[in-house]
């Protein structure tokens, strides 16, 4: 089992990712610049390419992010087992997220240890979460406590909407023997049939786990704002401008999305449409 010097060795983060070089390299970029031990994280790349096209973007994106390991999905399962079964953490995270706030990966490690009911920190919740967007409603907010970390805990097996969806892939991090053994056993070949999978299994944790973790206001959240899936008819946005090919047309003229400009961003949400901020890099 991987151990350095401090705890955040001990967790493999792991990106799932389809179609989405411009937006892949704003979590990584954001990642990187938000996470003060980034570099102790081993992450990893689960991905897939519909093109040559695409595929190429990919491999551009290696080049620019050199300690993240990039891996080509053949065997969704079997791969993301292997590639998580020795560390004691796991962080999922999705090719749409981005980071917003400063945080150390070892503070979340170390809160998690000291909490044994909680099964899951979670960078998308906060007190600032008070609508659903993929229910098109407003949520309520749980009873906090307030940790001496910053961070809050709350009982998720009683939250209401996202406040009680804990077992999530976008921005969550978890005790790798918490989930394995049911990650063994569940059917599923990609992210969101993971999820799904998932997410029908948390009863099973109600009890013993029944408790969460978050920072006070979120330290990440996704913009949905293209789909690369039809097997799910999860919300996204419509705006032409932010499509796969649009996006993928700008990538290959230079353009980035400007992580900078997101730094402090509050949402009411997990999700969230918000616009892009675009530079674009010097030859």
Not at 174 to 180: A, I, P, Q, S, V
Not at 239 to 247: G, K, P, Q, R, V
Request: proline share 4%; hydrophobic share 40%.
């Amino acid at each position: 089992m991987r151990k350095e010097k401090g705890n955040a060795r001990q967790i493999a983060g792991i990106v799932f990712s389809k179609d989405r070089a411009m937006q892949l390299d704003a979590v990584l970029q954001s990642l990187r610049l938000r996470c003060g031990d980034f570099e102790g994280v081993d992450m990893k790349v689960l991905y897939i390419t519909s093109d040559i096209a695409h595929e190429e973007q990919y491999v551009q994106l290696m080049k620019m992010h050199p300690s993240v390991q990039f891996i080509r999905e053949h065997d969704f399962k079997q791969q993301l087992l292997s590639n998580i079964a020795h560390y004691p953490f796991v962080f999922f995270m999705v090719d749409d997220c981005m980071f917003v706030k400063p945080f150390l990966l070892e503070e979340v490690v170390s809160a998690m240890d000291a909490h044994p009911d909680v099964l899951v920190f979670s960078f998308r919740l906060g007190r600032n979460t008070i609508y659903c967007y993929s229910m098109h409603t407003p949520q309520r907010l749980p009873i906090f406590q307030e940790l001496d970390s910053g961070f809050v805990k709350f009982h998720w097996a009683s939250g209401e909407y996202e406040f009680g969806y804990p077992l999530e892939v976008s921005s969550s991090i978890y005790r790798t023997k918490d989930l394995f053994a049911l990650l063994a056993e569940l059917p599923f070949h990609n992210p969101n049939m993971l999820e799904s999978q998932l997410a029908h299994q948390a009863w099973k944790y109600a009890g013993s786990l029944g408790f969460a973790l978050s920072n006070n206001v979120s330290l990440a959240f996704c913009n949905p704002l293209n789909m690369v899936q039809h097997l799910f008819n999860n919300r996204a946005g419509a705006n032409a401008d932010y499509s796969i090919n649009e996006l993928s047309r700008l990538f290959q003229q230079g353009y980035r999305i400007d992580v900078d400009h997101y730094f402090d961003f509050v949402t009411v949400a997990c999700h969230q449409e918000v616009e892009l901020c675009f530079t674009k890099r010097q030859p």
